[in-house]
């Protein structure tokens, strides 16, 4: 069942007071790639899927007819990571997450519906959400599905939607609920890149890339609870 309740955790009590007024910063997927904090927020897999087997990948060769096993190789599937922004909130509210995100304060937000709806019109005509396939479901809300690399990348390779809102499973403890956008094509079917990944390979990271967009939605204090740290 999921939660009906979202959670804002901030490591700034003005940042957390800011939120209550419906300022929010958006940050780019590439963001959270290149950020570093152990794992906390950071995410060297932001989106992508990667799709390692036990066993090593099945590759086939269309010209000769032929498969053979890749082993020590992960199949990766990219978005427009710097095209995607994306506000990350949790459905749980623990003391241990107040450590973990370094945090001082934290915003509950009481309607889920609402909170979204509100960011959604707030955003401009052009902006595109994730596809959905349920009638009435918000566009710009979803929570992250969390996955082992080992299991099957099909259809997901295909998907950015599904990619941007998905995480490896080490990252299940943050019950993690994303407001994704686009203000491109990038959310549209196959707009990824394909690399087959050599175990140990590390990716060459931009650290210039600090995309960012602001939404002022107006004051969401009749939708939210702001706390301090517990004890």
Request: net charge neutral; charged share 30%.
């Amino acid at each position: 069942m999921r939660p009906r309740r979202l959670y804002k955790y901030f490591s700034n009590m003005e940042h957390a007071e800011s939120f209550c007024d419906g300022s929010l910063l958006f940050r780019s997927l590439a963001y959270f790639r290149n950020y570093e904090d152990n794992n906390i927020r950071e995410d060297k897999n932001e989106g992508t899927s990667a799709y390692r087997p036990n066993d090593g990948l099945l590759v086939t060769n269309q010209t000769q007819g032929t498969q053979f096993i890749l082993k020590g190789h992960s199949f990766v599937s990219t978005v427009k990571r710097e095209e995607i922004f994306v506000f990350c909130l949790s459905g749980v509210f623990e003391k241990s997450l107040f450590k973990r995100f370094d945090a001082v304060a934290c915003v509950e937000v009481l309607d889920i519906g609402a909170f979204c709806a509100r960011i959604e019109a707030s955003l401009p005509p052009k902006a595109s959400f994730p596809e959905t396939r349920t009638p009435r479901r918000r566009r710009i809300g979803h929570w992250v599905e969390y996955y082992d690399e080992t299991e099957s990348c099909t259809p997901c390779w295909a998907l950015p939607e599904r990619i941007a809102t998905a995480k490896l499973r080490s990252y299940a403890w943050q019950r993690e609920f994303r407001l994704l956008f686009s203000t491109t094509d990038a959310f549209e079917f196959e707009k990824v890149a394909l690399r087959l990944v050599p175990d140990g390979h590390r990716e060459v990271v931009n650290t210039e890339q600090k995309h960012h967009y602001e939404l002022k939605a107006g004051s969401l204090r009749d939708i939210c609870c702001l706390y301090a740290c517990p004890p």
